[in-house]
């Protein structure tokens, strides 16, 4: 099984940046996904990482280290829209690579 | 479709009825996908479907709960007996082939609530 997790909340200032940390205790390692959920809405995917290093993707950039166990979410020049639940997946590294195992959410609230 | 389609968007029920809950994926999808997220935690998975292939149902909590899928189109998860722990939004997802087959996209959910 995994072990997967993520602050519950965190609240941020208009236009700054917040980082969502996420890690994870698993026997393998098989990628790490991001989405963002806002409520009462479908999960939509952010990022996609299964090698070291960061990616970035316009205002939003996402980081694994697979020796620490360690990814973060890095959302830049917030705006209120960002006000979300961000969600931390990983792959199941058992040979059933469609199988998600997901971290609980972290709710990030954006401040005028 | 545009997206992956659920219905209904709520559904309330006494404990004890049957419900059934319905997943339109993306056109073309060949794997499905259906998650429950209970208030407060993260998504847990239930079931997979992959074409023709058995499905995994190793995430089903008891045989209470079942899901089908004709081919590659429509599927149903029924909860029978529905108890008040059922409640929950339940998620359906869709991945396509390579190279997008790592991305699931998912529905908005139906929102399940047994009183």
């Known amino acids: 099984g995994q072990n997967i997790d993520q602050p519950t909340e965190m609240t941020a200032t208009e236009g700054a940046i917040v980082q969502i940390n996420c890690t994870y205790q698993?026997?393998?390692?098989?990628?790490l996904f991001w989405y963002q959920q806002h409520a009462g809405e479908a999960p939509t995917f952010l990022s996609y990482?299964?090698?070291?290093g960061l990616e970035e993707k316009g205002r939003f950039s996402s980081f694994l280290s697979r020796s620490k166990g360690y990814s973060y979410l890095l959302l830049k020049e917030l705006q209120m829209k960002d006000s979300a639940s961000y969600l931390c997946?990983?792959?199941?590294?058992?040979?059933?690579?469609?199988?998600?195992?997901f971290g609980a959410g972290t709710t990030v609230t954006v401040r005028a | 479709g545009a997206g992956v389609s659920q219905s209904p968007s709520n559904k309330v029920t006494e404990k004890g009825k049957d419900v059934e809950l319905r997943c339109d994926p993306i056109?073309?999808?060949?794997?499905l996908y259906w998650y429950r997220q209970r208030l407060g935690q993260g998504l847990e998975f239930l079931i997979y479907?992959?074409?023709?292939?058995?499905?995994?149902k190793s995430g089903l909590p008891s045989d209470r709960f079942s899901a089908e899928r004709t081919g590659e189109s429509v599927s149903t998860l029924t909860i029978q007996r529905t108890q008040q722990e059922d409640s929950a939004v339940y998620l359906c997802?869709?991945?396509?082939?390579?190279?997008?087959?790592?991305?699931?996209?998912f529905g908005a959910g139906t929102r399940l609530s047994v009183l």
């Open positions: 997802a869709s991945s396509g082939p390579w190279p997008a087959k790592n991305i699931q996209y």
């Open positions: 698993t026997s393998g390692f098989n990628g």
């Open positions: 990482n299964v090698l070291d």
């Open positions: 997946a990983v792959r199941d590294p058992l040979g059933n690579d469609y199988k998600l195992s």
């Open positions: 056109s073309g999808h060949t794997a």
């Open positions: 479907f992959q074409g023709n292939s058995a499905p995994d």
